[in-house]
């Protein structure tokens, strides 16, 4: 499915008064699933190739993760985590690939039982899988080297909707990255602590989406917490 993503960055870091002045301004949008933790474990080759994608601002991009959510103890997030444990306590995990053409995205998952994750670093680190997922959310990637997992991220996310529509609008907070480490990863706040609106939507919503966001008092960024992840990882 295609879709459109926007992003705003807030001036607060209280995702609450955030959340709640989006209802007061945006007629219809009500609460769409409970507030959930985000961990999001992201791949690579070995030359960087998805990094570099996104670095240089590609045409045609794309990232690949696994992706689990938490609902409990969603104010711990900013204990250790210790990625394959917590893995392997997850009912369901989704295995996703994400694909940008101009700005559109793009996404194909495909959701594994816990009982596989053991085999992590055989089933998740194999091009084959990869470039199926590529196919399905359709790019042309090739994974000539095997991939493995580089950076971590995680963030509480509130979910709303506008009411009768598909339009999706998240609040994400207390966003964390990390190295990738498969005992123990310890993350670490991004500076500022930015709380980021995104909207989603089909591209026949586009219009919709404009007439209701136009009074929105943040701005729009172009913000991906991967990119966040990759740059803070790599300073050091």
Same mark, same amino acid.
């Given at each position: 499915?295609?879709? !459109? ?8 870091? &209280? ?12 007629? %219809?949008? =009500? ?11 992201? !791949? ?14 590609? *045409? ?12 409990? #103890?969603? #104010? ?17 995990? #989704? ?6 053409? %101009? ?11 816990? %009982?596989?994750?053991?085999?992590? @670093? ?9 470039? @199926? ?11 000539? &080297? ?24 998240? =609040?994400?907070?207390? /966003? ?11 993350? /670490?706040?991004?500076? %500022? &602590? ?10 026949? &919503? ?17 913000? @991906? ?10 300073? *050091?």
């Amino acid at each position: 499915m295609l879709r !459109f993503e926007r992003k705003f960055r807030t001036s607060t870091s &209280d995702s609450a008064s955030v959340a709640l002045r989006l209802k007061a301004m945006l007629p %219809g949008l =009500v609460e769409d699933y409970p507030d959930r933790v985000v961990h999001s474990l992201y !791949f690579d080759d070995s030359a960087s190739r998805h990094y570099q994608e996104h670095s240089d601002g590609a *045409g045609e991009r794309s990232k690949f993760r696994i992706r689990w959510y938490r609902t409990e #103890n969603v #104010n711990s997030i900013a204990a250790p985590i210790a990625p394959l444990f917590d893995l392997s306590r997850c009912s369901l995990v #989704n295995f996703e690939a994400k694909l940008r053409i %101009g700005s559109l995205i793009s996404k194909s998952s495909q959701v594994s039982e816990s %009982g596989l994750i053991g085999d992590l @670093s055989r089933r998740f680190a194999s091009p084959l899988c990869y470039e @199926s997922l590529a196919r399905k959310a359709g790019a042309s990637t090739t994974f000539p &080297d095997l991939i493995a997992p580089v950076v971590f991220v995680s963030y509480v996310r509130r979910y709303l909707r506008f009411a009768g529509t598909q339009i999706r609008v998240t =609040v994400d907070s207390s /966003i964390r990255v990390g190295g990738f480490n498969p005992e123990c990863v310890e993350t /670490i706040p991004l500076p %500022g &602590d930015p709380v980021i609106i995104e909207t989603k939507c089909a591209p026949s &919503d586009l219009t919709d989406v404009a007439r209701r966001l136009r009074s929105l008092p943040w701005p729009e960024v172009a913000f @991906s917490k991967y990119m966040k992840a990759s740059r803070s990882v790599q300073a *050091g």
